[in-house]
């Protein structure tokens, strides 16, 4: 088995502040995912990277930067920090295409602005 | 583009009650479809998932059946206990086989 580690599992920051959110995955996997989730909405697709140095675009990228410099990490930057951005962000990753999407997540982190 | 509906945000029951949750889907051919079952404080994790016509997918008691006539994929369980008690969300596959697609979660409350 594997797991995915998400730090920090809380993130403070003040409005219009740069923030950054590290994933981090032993299983080996090529793909793998930031969504953010916000109650009552679901889950929304906000990067993801097929293999190492590669990043695309989900639904919801306008205001995040990601990036995929090793196959173990995917890191996620809020470029400026909103207080209607406040929400848990989770990363997953998947083995590749054969399996068909199968994701596992990792535990999430939420971000408080102040 | 692709989507998943959820009609129901909450449902709540007594143990040894029926479940069904409803999803329905749109998109194009014949798109993957999965539930995933999120606990307090985890990650969602997968319960397991059907990518063809009259599949039925199933896991831990409970099953859905792809149906592409109706484009729904519905969750059911035949008599629901309290450990159930959880946020359920349906979700869709690209054709790509990279992203998924999630309904806005129903959230399950079973009463002892």
């Known amino acids: 088995g594997g797991i995915i580690t998400q730090t920090p599992k809380f993130l403070i920051g003040q409005e219009g502040q740069k923030l950054t959110l590290k994933c981090q995955q032993n299983f080996n996997h090529d793909t793998m995912y930031w969504y953010r989730q916000d109650s009552g909405k679901g889950l929304r697709l906000i990067y993801y990277?097929?293999?190492?140095?590669?990043?695309q675009k989900g639904d919801l990228s306008e205001g995040y930067d990601a990036s995929r410099e090793k196959k173990s990490s995917f890191s996620l930057t809020v470029t400026s920090a909103q207080k209607n951005e406040m929400a848990v962000f989770l990363c997953a990753s998947s083995i590749d295409r054969v399996t068909g999407n199968t994701l596992y997540f990792g535990e999430g982190s939420r971000l408080i602005v102040v | 583009g692709d989507s998943v509906t959820q009609t129901e945000g909450q449902v709540a029951l007594s143990e040894e009650d029926f479940l069904t949750i409803h999803c329905n889907y749109s998109a194009s051919g014949y798109p993957a479809l999965f539930w995933y079952v999120q606990y307090p404080g985890e990650g969602p994790q997968f319960l397991f998932r059907a990518s063809r016509d009259k599949e039925k997918g199933s896991s831990r008691g409970f099953e859905a059946t792809y149906d592409k006539g109706t484009t729904s994929f519905h969750l059911r369980k035949a008599s629901v206990q309290e450990s159930d008690s959880a946020v359920y969300y349906c979700a869709l596959g690209d054709g790509m086989g990279y992203k998924l697609t999630f309904g806005t979660g129903t959230s399950l409350l079973v009463d002892p």
């Open positions: 990277s097929i293999t190492e140095n590669d990043l």
